[in-house]
T-cell receptor
Framework: GESVGLHLPTLSVQEGDNSIINCAYS??????FIWYKQESGKGPQFIID?????DKRQGQRVTVLLNKTVKHLSLQIAATQPGDSAVYFC??????FGTGTRLQVFP | EAGVAQSPRYKIIEKRQSVAFWCNPI?????LYWYQQILGQGPKLLIQ????????DSQLPKDRFSAERLKGVDSTLKIQPAKLEDSAVYLC????????????FGPGTRLTVT
């Protein structure tokens, strides 16, 4: 069946460093991808999205890259802060979520 | 702007009992979603409403789960009878319209079935 998966369950970074969270998808017909951030005890929160006709999209401190050739997208967080500590999910337009990557930021 | 409200926040029941969750979406949001999130996994879509009509319920275990949105605003999700594997967080989300409109999630209801 269709799937959206993440490469690493946990990512630990030092405060101030850049973080890169990866995601692979299987449905080449997916037209739209979204990154969510989920803090403990809360629902997922929209971070940034990208349409399949784009390769890159930038937000505030975040950038999403889409490589349709290898069905891969990544979320880059610049100057990672303690408040960025959370689980990050990618999802496609079929509302299929990946397993999630836990980002831990240490001082 | 008020967010998506859900109640209760926590519920503990025994297997074979029934339980209901309530969701109040953001005012004006036509699309409402229910997700199941098992510990350590991503949310799984159970059902999607557009106003008071069902758009997608392909992953809803219809033998025990039911959901309704009678007036196109609030929604309830029911499980009857509950099984141990139903232990999860049940998330409600709403959006102005279907994908790609941004979804806003509620805090979820944590269900423990013993």
């Amino acid at each position: 069946g269709e799937s959206v998966g993440l490469h690493l369950p946990t990512l630990s970074v030092q405060e101030g460093d850049n973080s890169i969270i990866n995601c692979a998808y299987s449905n080449s017909a997916s037209d739209y991808f979204i990154w969510y951030k989920q803090e403990s005890g809360k629902g997922p929160q929209f971070i940034i999205d990208i349409r399949s006709n784009m390769d890159k999209r930038q937000g505030q401190r975040v950038t999403v890259l889409l490589n349709k050739t290898v069905k891969h997208l990544s979320l880059q967080i610049a100057a990672t802060q303690p408040g960025d500590s959370a689980v990050y999910f990618c999802a496609d337009d079929k509302l299929i979520f990946g397993t999630g990557t836990r980002l831990q930021v240490f001082p | 702007e008020a967010g998506v409200a859900q109640s209760p926040r926590y519920k503990i029941i025994e297997k074979r009992q029934s339980v209901a969750f309530w969701c109040n979406p953001i005012s004006g949001h036509a699309t409402l979603y229910w997700y199941q999130q098992i510990l350590g996994q991503g949310p799984k879509l159970l059902i999607q409403f557009q106003n008071n009509g069902v758009v997608d319920d392909s992953q809803l275990p219809k033998d025990r789960f039911s959901a309704e949105r009678l007036k196109g605003v609030d929604s309830t999700l029911k499980i009857q009878p509950a099984k141990l594997e139903d232990s999860a967080v049940y998330l409600c989300a709403s959006s102005l319209g279907p994908s790609p409109y941004e979804q806003y999630f509620g805090p979820g209801t944590r269900l423990t079935v013993t």
